[in-house]
């Protein structure tokens, strides 16, 4: 390297590191992301890509624009509300401040007022029986245990009701729940042999009656979340099973999935914890994250002296809820319509009104967008096959990549040469920064 070689001028990692401006813009990152970050803009110099003035200003702007984590915030314009890929529900403002606040110490498991230890997840229970307003047929009182996801509470379920033993099962409800994962194997993981019963298309009381012996540890009625069996079909309800079970001093376990706690209105096909729970299901199990519209978590309701066993067995700590989720189940059940429920009961003419806006304020800047009629999905959360009439902004097929790149990325749907942006679940107060995201990509 020669005297005059500008690159002697490239400042060196320790020094870079000691600059006010550089320290500045890393004081929320780590040191190793630091230098990192700092090799690879002085490397650029070295290349000669940039001078070596500018390794200070490159180094400060990288280290600006850097995020904590690598997952990024999406604008969901698929119209599909439990959207999987996309993190499930997104949570309430009210759940939102709730995880802010669980975030550092936080009295868990600890009674402020007496200064001595207190059961974990206290509010979330309180709040999850008020929210489940059942009475159960036996009398007995309604007892919540909060778990880390749905598979796990039906892993628990399984192992405390029926570890070495047979789990029963219609061969119409052997369900595969996303990306390759069969509710059957995952209670074959516990250590319960599942039990199939009756035919994909119809099982009858008899089925169930006939398979019960010394072996059988429970039965279980799973909701077929993500398909319909139509035709020439036959299902035993929770009513009948249940007594079928009760008659064999056997627990009745029914896996809703959905997150229904109570009835809604606009998905009459859908299960509810509460019907099953007074129709004689023993354990009632549901998902956080679907159309509860919280955090991922497993939600087990049931008869108190059944829920005590699981909360006593070992497997109970292998899979509990941890705080965050505690706190943002917590929130939801008691806040405000979360945002799941909201987009579910969205009035079609208003998201029509936002869609046509939107067109309007783009065909000013000479972009060519159309409304076309697009049904939302609640996703697979429940609801499978139910649409949700409404509507969607239509834009070149080229749009999509650009858009689900773009910062906040927006993912629709590509269909028919075209790109399809749902606003169901985008969330109203987001509509200029979608009209300026697409001005954006115009350009
Ligand atoms: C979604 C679902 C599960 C799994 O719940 P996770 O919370 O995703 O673990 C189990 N059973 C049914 C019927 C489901 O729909």
């Given at each position: 390297?020669?005297?005059?070689?500008?690159?002697?001028?490239?400042?060196?990692?320790?020094?870079?590191?000691?600059?006010?401006?550089?320290?500045?813009?890393?004081?929320?990152?780590?040191?190793?992301?630091?230098?990192?970050?700092?090799?690879?803009?002085?490397?650029?110099?070295?290349?000669?890509?940039?001078?070596?003035?500018?390794?200070?200003?490159?180094?400060?702007?990288?280290?600006?624009?850097?995020?904590?984590?690598?997952?990024?915030?999406?604008?969901n314009a698929t119209g599909v509300i439990?959207?999987?890929?996309?993190?499930?529900?997104?949570?309430?403002?009210?759940?939102?401040?709730?995880?802010?606040?669980?975030?550092?110490?936080?009295?868990?498991?600890?009674?402020?007022?007496?200064?001595?230890?207190?059961?974990?997840?206290?509010?979330?229970?309180?709040?999850?029986?008020?929210?489940?307003?059942?009475?159960?047929?036996?009398?007995?009182?309604?007892?919540?245990?909060?778990?880390?996801?749905?598979?796990?509470?039906?892993?628990?379920?399984?192992?405390?009701?029926?570890?070495?033993?047979?789990?029963?099962?219609?061969?119409?409800?052997?369900?595969?729940?996303?990306?390759?994962?069969?509710?059957?194997?995952?209670?074959?993981?516990?250590?319960?042999?599942?039990?199939?019963?009756?035919?994909?298309?119809?099982?009858?009381?008899?089925?169930?009656?006939?398979?019960?012996?010394?072996?059988?540890?429970?039965?279980?009625?799973?909701?077929?979340?993500?398909?319909?069996?139509?035709?020439?079909?036959?299902?035993?309800?929770?009513?009948?099973?249940?007594?079928?079970?009760?008659?064999?001093?056997?627990?009745?376990?029914?896996?809703?999935?959905?997150?229904?706690?109570?009835?809604?209105?606009?998905?009459?096909?859908?299960?509810?914890?509460?019907?099953?729970?007074?129709?004689?299901?023993?354990?009632?199990?549901?998902?956080?994250?679907?159309?509860?519209?919280?955090?991922?978590?497993?939600?087990?309701?049931?008869?108190?002296?059944?829920?005590?066993?699981?909360?006593?067995?070992?497997?109970?700590?292998?899979?509990?809820?941890?705080?965050?989720?505690?706190?943002?189940?917590?929130?939801?059940?008691?806040?405000?319509?979360?945002?799941?429920?909201?987009a579910?009961?969205l009035?079609?003419?208003?998201l029509?009104?936002?869609t046509?806006?939107?067109?309007?304020?783009?065909?000013?800047?000479?972009?060519?967008?159309?409304?076309v009629p697009h049904d939302g999905r609640?996703?697979?959360?429940?609801?499978?096959?139910?649409?949700l009439?409404g509507w969607a902004l239509?834009?070149?097929?080229?749009?999509?990549?650009?858009?689900?790149?773009?910062?906040?990325?927006?993912v629709g749907t590509?269909?028919?040469?075209?790109?399809l942006l749902d606003l169901r679940c985008v969330?109203?107060?987001?509509?200029?920064?979608?009209?300026?995201?697409?001005?954006?990509?115009?350009?």
């Amino acid at each position: 390297m020669s005297v005059q070689d500008p690159r002697r001028r490239i400042p060196r990692t320790d020094r870079l590191l000691e600059l006010p401006s550089v320290r500045a813009a890393a004081a929320a990152v780590g040191t190793r992301v630091v230098r990192d970050l700092a090799r690879a803009v002085q490397d650029r110099a070295r290349r000669g890509e940039i001078a070596p003035e500018q390794v200070e200003p490159q180094l400060v702007e990288a280290l600006a624009s850097r995020r904590p984590g690598s997952l990024r915030p999406v604008l969901n314009a698929t119209g599909v509300i439990v959207h999987t890929n996309l993190g499930r529900a997104p949570l309430s403002a009210a759940a939102r401040t709730a995880l802010e606040r669980a975030s550092g110490y936080a009295d868990v498991e600890f009674d402020l007022a007496t200064g001595a230890r207190s059961r974990r997840g206290a509010g979330a229970r309180a709040a999850l029986l008020a929210a489940c307003p059942a009475r159960l047929p036996s009398g007995e009182d309604l007892e919540a245990l909060v778990v880390n996801n749905g598979a796990a509470a039906l892993l628990l379920a399984a192992t405390a009701l029926a570890g070495g033993r047979e789990v029963i099962l219609s061969r119409g409800e052997m369900i595969e729940i996303g990306a390759g994962f069969r509710l059957a194997e995952l209670i074959a993981s516990a250590g319960a042999s599942i039990r199939e019963v009756g035919a994909t298309n119809r099982t009858h009381r008899e089925d169930y009656a006939a398979a019960i012996g010394p072996a059988t540890g429970a039965l279980l009625s799973v909701h077929p979340s993500n398909y319909r069996i139509r035709g020439f079909t036959a299902a035993v309800g929770i009513a009948e099973l249940a007594d079928l079970a009760h008659e064999h001093a056997l627990p009745l376990v029914a896996d809703l999935g959905s997150g229904l706690l109570v009835p809604e209105p606009s998905l009459p096909e859908e299960p509810d914890a509460t019907g099953a729970l007074e129709a004689g299901a023993d354990v009632v199990i549901t998902s956080g994250d679907k159309l509860l519209g919280g955090p991922q978590a497993g939600i087990i309701l049931g008869r108190a002296p059944i829920i005590a066993r699981l909360a006593r067995h070992p497997m109970a700590r292998a899979v509990r809820a941890d705080k965050l989720a505690l706190a943002a189940l917590e929130a939801t059940l008691t806040g405000p319509v979360p945002p799941v429920l909201a987009a579910l009961r969205l009035d079609p003419e208003q998201l029509r009104g936002r869609t046509e806006a939107l067109a309007q304020a783009l065909r000013a800047e000479g972009i060519e967008a159309g409304v076309v009629p697009h049904d939302g999905r609640v996703g697979g959360g429940g609801g499978a096959e139910v649409p949700l009439p409404g509507w969607a902004l239509r834009l070149p097929e080229a749009w999509a990549a650009p858009l689900r790149e773009g910062d906040p990325a927006i993912v629709g749907t590509v269909r028919d040469g075209a790109c399809l942006l749902d606003l169901r679940c985008v969330p109203e107060e987001s509509d200029p920064l979608l009209l300026d995201a697409l001005t954006a990509v115009r350009r």
